[in-house]
């Protein structure tokens, strides 16, 4: 087990639900992020696909150092978001997609890197590179049935599903066999709320 798996299987362990907090304001990242830690989940991923996302990061990391929780930066799938990410504070990185350059880089770094993956190439090219945790993204089209049938070929991979989950679907892919599901507005529906703590550590 690599040191990003020996990660991953420490975060996620009697875990079962992060947070992926896209597109919000730093006070709506914030209280969105309390939201999650307060809920119990572990994991909370914060976007960096462009620059304007740095300040809702920026304060979401000032938040998790005082609470001793987990911000990762999502959405590193170029070099030089590594270093920018690190600086700010990220404890982990998730990718859209698998890039053999960035997951070795953010190796070097010391940076938990966990690669998107939608088919079984996806998959082999993740392991080849060590991970044997990955992304399942984006899951809602890719669908428990796509899960089960990865997990056939592939029995030791560790899938978190992304994309597309709330509290109504979110147990289906569960029950399929992922190790852990990541929810964004349902964090923001207070109708989800009860049944998203009920997910978290079942």
């Not at 920026?58 to 959405?75: D, F």
């Amino acid at each position: 087990m690599n040191a990003s798996d020996g990660f991953f299987e420490r975060l996620f362990d009697g875990q079962r639900v992060m947070a992926i907090l896209r597109g919000h304001s730093p006070e709506r990242t914030v209280e969105l992020a309390t939201r999650a830690w307060d809920l119990g989940m572990s994991a909370v991923e914060v976007p960096l696909e462009s620059e304007a996302a740095y300040p809702s990061f920026r304060a979401a990391a000032e938040v998790a150092r005082e609470r001793g929780a987990v911000l990762g930066a999502g959405t590193i799938y170029r070099l030089e978001q590594i270093p920018a990410a690190l600086a700010m504070g990220a404890r982990f990185a998730f990718a859209p997609g698998m890039d053999r350059e960035v997951a070795v880089a953010c190796a070097d770094a010391g940076l938990p890197y966990l690669p998107g993956v939608a088919t079984a190439t996806e998959i082999q090219a993740a392991l080849a590179t060590g991970h044997g945790w990955v992304k399942a993204f984006p899951a809602r089209e890719l669908t428990p049935a796509w899960v089960r049938a990865m997990r056939a070929p592939f029995p030791g991979v560790r899938f978190v599903a992304t994309g597309g989950i709330d509290a109504g679907n979110a147990d289906t892919f569960l029950d399929a066999g992922v190790r852990a599901v990541a929810v964004g507005s349902a964090l923001e529906d207070a109708t989800q709320l009860d049944r998203l703590a009920a997910l978290v550590g079942a």
